[in-house]
């Protein structure tokens, strides 16, 4: 099973509504991303947990709070976004330790600010 | 300098034809390489990992040069479901889990 499973698929959230999106992956994986994807970007990486650890932070605004209750769960809380904070929002899995294996992504929570 | 470099195309190729994308990462004690495909408006999917013997799946081959701080993927024998993003993915920082997306390479395969 190399299934990582986000919901909801698409969002409409006001900038003064407190939302979450969710991701769940069964495939032991230790590490669990989030990336942001705009319109023909590439994704970019925003945090990283490692062991239900934050291991990495790309300087993501505070108004996205990532939260990882287990090793199977991942939370992206939102809070007064901005319609630039509109994308897809992708998370993904992998292996942890020294060299990190290949990534299994979710089809992504299409969000839009409003 | 980005951390992950692709030439963004498109390239345009026939049916059968051979087409090569190259990416450029920009540290050197990155340890973990990987190619991706995303079709437009789904997540990306793992095409293959790369190796440092080079590798061969099919009609797709990567190759990773290290000295040169590249990989490269050839896809031989096109076909029209070929058509894609091709994606290079680089883990950064060896011991930790960052993987970096280059900017992507826009391939469309004609009859």
């Known amino acids: 099973d190399t299934e990582v499973t986000q919901t909801p698929k698409h969002l409409v959230m006001g900038m003064t509504n407190k939302k979450s999106l969710k991701c769940e992956q069964h495939?032991?994986?230790?590490?669990m991303y989030w990336y942001k994807q705009k319109a023909k970007k590439p994704p970019e990486l925003m945090f990283v947990?490692?062991?239900?650890?934050?291991?990495i932070n790309e300087s993501v605004p505070s108004r996205f709070s990532p939260e990882c209750p287990n090793s199977s769960l991942l939370n992206l809380h939102l809070h007064a976004l901005q319609p630039e904070d509109s994308a897809l929002y992708l998370c993904?899995?992998?292996?942890?330790?020294?060299?990190?294996?290949?990534?299994?992504f979710g089809q992504g929570t299409r969000l839009t600010v409003v | 300098r980005k951390e992950v470099e692709q030439d963004p195309g498109p390239f345009n190729v026939p049916e059968g034809a051979t087409v090569a994308f190259n990416c450029t990462y920009s540290n050197s004690a990155s340890q973990s390489f990987f190619w991706y495909r995303q079709d437009c408006r789904k997540e990306p999917k793992l095409l293959m990992s790369?190796?440092?013997s080079g590798n061969e799946d099919g009609r797709f081959t990567a190759q990773l040069n290290r000295a040169s701080q590249y990989i490269s993927l050839l896809i031989r024998d096109s076909k029209l479901s070929d058509s894609a993003t091709y994606l290079c993915?680089?883990?950064?920082?060896?011991?930790?889990?960052?993987?970096?997306f280059g900017t992507g390479t826009r391939l469309l395969v004609s009859p």
């Open positions: 495939m032991g994986h230790r590490a």
């Open positions: 947990y490692s062991y239900e650890k934050l291991s």
């Open positions: 790369v190796y440092s």
């Open positions: 993904a899995s992998s292996r942890s330790g020294q060299t990190a294996g290949e990534a299994f």
């Open positions: 993915v680089v883990n950064m920082e060896a011991g930790f889990q960052k993987l970096v």
